[in-house]
């Protein structure tokens, strides 16, 4: 791959495509939240490479079904083995700004891969933004979704990824702590992820998603809305 010449890379950690999002276990089978886990995968690395801003991809994970799936959807997608030695998001976020470093990216974009409203304009404002530290938080303001880092800005090396539960608040902390400017962005695209029932609820009805076709006709043919959709995604998501 060629160097990003100064321009911004962004960073997919996925832990998984087959056994993740097991809190959506009690409403969508096994089948289901791998395709849905495909979906936003492809919807997150298009995004980003279609907001014009983002030079190539690295999807970070310690899965080779998902870095095979990665890599196949475009050139410009780096797929990075996550070393069993150093799982999780912190290290896998890690591992991302050795390579965003190695390309001689100015900046790099944390996403994570299940944000089925991200577009290529949310990605952009994120960028937009000249602040060492912009994030972007979920829609409860308390986990962190996106995370721009500026490299070359003094402390960028030091500052220490802390994701999970109230990561928003750490990550604010650590900047001050760096004593660096840190920026917050809000977007239905990086605020809406999908990890429980009550969110996938809300993205059945999100018809910029589902398409308004889809959205009108199985929803009102189905009683809950919930399974009838589940099978019509699980037909149109490509393998």
């Not at 100064?6 to 289901?32: D, H, I, Q, S």
């Not at 780096?78 to 965003?100: E, K, T």
């Not at 589902?210 to 919930?226: F, I, K, N, S």
Request: charged share 20%; hydrophobic share 50%; glycine share 12%.
């Amino acid at each position: 791959m060629t160097g990003a010449g100064g321009g911004a890379v962004a960073v997919v950690p996925v832990r998984g495509l087959v056994g993740g999002k097991t809190r959506l276990a009690g409403t969508l089978g096994a089948e289901m939240r791998e395709a849905l886990t495909r979906r936003m995968l492809r919807g997150v690395v298009d995004a980003a490479l279609d907001s014009g801003r983002i030079d190539a991809v690295a999807v970070i994970s310690p899965d080779a079904a998902a870095l095979a799936f990665a890599a196949a959807l475009n050139p410009r997608v780096v797929p990075i083995v996550q070393s069993p030695a150093a799982p999780g998001l912190d290290a896998a976020a890690d591992a991302g700004r050795d390579w965003a470093n190695g390309t001689g990216a100015a900046a790099m974009l944390v996403l994570f891969g299940d944000l089925p409203l991200l577009t290529a304009g949310d990605v952009a404002g994120l960028l937009d933004d000249d602040a060492p530290v912009v994030l972007a938080p979920d829609r409860h303001g308390a986990g962190t979704n996106a995370l721009v880092l500026r490299l070359a800005v003094t402390g960028a090396g030091a500052f220490r990824f802390q994701y999970g539960a109230g990561s928003y608040a750490r990550h604010r902390a650590e900047g001050g702590r760096l004593d660096l400017v840190v920026a917050t962005r809000v977007a239905p695209g990086t605020a809406d992820d999908l990890d429980t029932p009550a969110d996938w609820a809300r993205l059945i009805d999100t018809r910029e998603w589902l398409g308004e076709d889809l959205a009108a006709t199985r929803v009102a043919a189905c009683p809950t809305g919930h399974g009838c959709l589940a099978d019509d995604l699980a037909r149109r998501e490509p393998a």
